[in-house]
C-alpha cells in the first residue's frame, strides 16, 4: 500500500524553528518528485514547495522563499521540511504528497499524507 | 486570494447533477491540465479528477471532469450524501501548482 506519513507538527513561537518529515512506503520513492502542501485553519490548499527525485531542483511559494528548506533523504524514503522564521501566518495543516510526472510534464499529486499540523503563537 | 477561482459554494438534492466551475488564466490552466481533489470533512484530500477528465480507479463514474480554454468544471451526476465535502481544482503555472479556493458542497 502506497502510504505518506507526516511527523514533527507542534507549538512553536513567532521566529522560531521546526523541521517535518515525511515517511514514504509501498512505492519505490526516488522515482517520484514530492511536494509539501500546506491548509491554514478553515481556509483552502496552498502549495508550499517541491523536488525533484534527486533533490536536485527545488522550487518554492513566494512567502516562504528564503525561509524554508525541502529536501530529502531517498536512502530513508524521507522527505523534510526545514522551516525558520516561523510567522504566525505560517500555522496550518502541512500534507506530504507525491507527484505524478507524465512526459516530464508535472502532473497531479497521489497520495496525500494524513497532514501534521504546525502552530505558530506565543 | 486564490490564483484560480471557484464557486464557495453548491448545493444539491440526492440523485441531482451539479457542476462547480474553476477558472484560470493561459498561464495555468490554459497551458495546463487540470487537477480535481476531494477533502471529505476531517480528512486530507484525495485526487478526484487528473488530467482534466480522468478518473483514478476507485472514483465512481458519476464524477467527470471537462477543460475549455482557461475554464474546467467539476460534474457530479446522481448527486449522494457522501459526495457532501469541499472539492479543489488545481493547475501548474510555471513552477508551482496553483489551486482554486475550494467550493463546499451540500447535500440537502
Known amino acids: 500500500e502506497v502510504q505518506l506519513v507526516e511527523s514533527g507538527g507542534g507549538l512553536v513561537q513567532p521566529g522560531g524553528s521546526l523541521r517535518l518529515s515525511c515517511a514514504a512506503s509501498?512505492?519505490?520513492?526516488?522515482?517520484?518528485?514530492m511536494s509539501w502542501v500546506r491548509q491554514a485553519p478553515g481556509k483552502g490548499l496552498e502549495w508550499v514547495a517541491n523536488i525533484k527525485q534527486d533533490g536536485s531542483e527545488k522550487y518554492y511559494v513566494d512567502s516562504v522563499k528564503g525561509r524554508f528548506t525541502i529536501s530529502r533523504d531517498n536512502a530513508k524514503n524521507s522527505l523534510y521540511l526545514q522551516m525558520n522564521s516561523l510567522r504566525a501566518e505560517d500555522t496550518a495543516v502541512y500534507y506530504c504528497?507525491?507527484?505524478?510526472?507524465?512526459?516530464?510534464?508535472?502532473?497531479?499529486?497521489?497520495?496525500w499524507g494524513q497532514g501534521t499540523l504546525v502552530t505558530v503563537s506565543s | 486570494q486564490s490564483v484560480l477561482t471557484q464557486p464557495p459554494s453548491a448545493s444539491g438534492t440526492p440523485g441531482q447533477r451539479v457542476t462547480i466551475s474553476c477558472s484560470g488564466s493561459?498561464?495555468?490552466?490554459?497551458?495546463?491540465?487540470v487537477n480535481w481533489y476531494q477533502q471529505l470533512p476531517g480528512t486530507a484530500p484525495k485526487l478526484l479528477i487528473y488530467?482534466?477528465?480522468q478518473r483514478p480507479s476507485g472514483v465512481p463514474d458519476r464524477f467527470s471532469g471537462s477543460k475549455s480554454g482557461t475554464s474546467a468544471s467539476l460534474a457530479i451526476s446522481g448527486l449522494q450524501s457522501e459526495d457532501e465535502a469541499d472539492y479543489y481544482c488545481?493547475?501548474?503555472?510555471?513552477?508551482?501548482?496553483?489551486f482554486g479556493g475550494g467550493t463546499k458542497l451540500t447535500v440537502l
Open positions: 493561459s498561464s495555468n490552466i490554459g497551458s495546463n491540465t
Open positions: 488530467s482534466n477528465n
Open positions: 488545481a493547475a501548474w503555472d510555471d513552477s508551482r501548482v496553483v
Open positions: 504528497a507525491r507527484e505524478v510526472v507524465v512526459a516530464a510534464t508535472h502532473g497531479w499529486f497521489d497520495p
Open positions: 509501498g512505492f519505490t520513492f526516488s522515482s517520484y518528485w
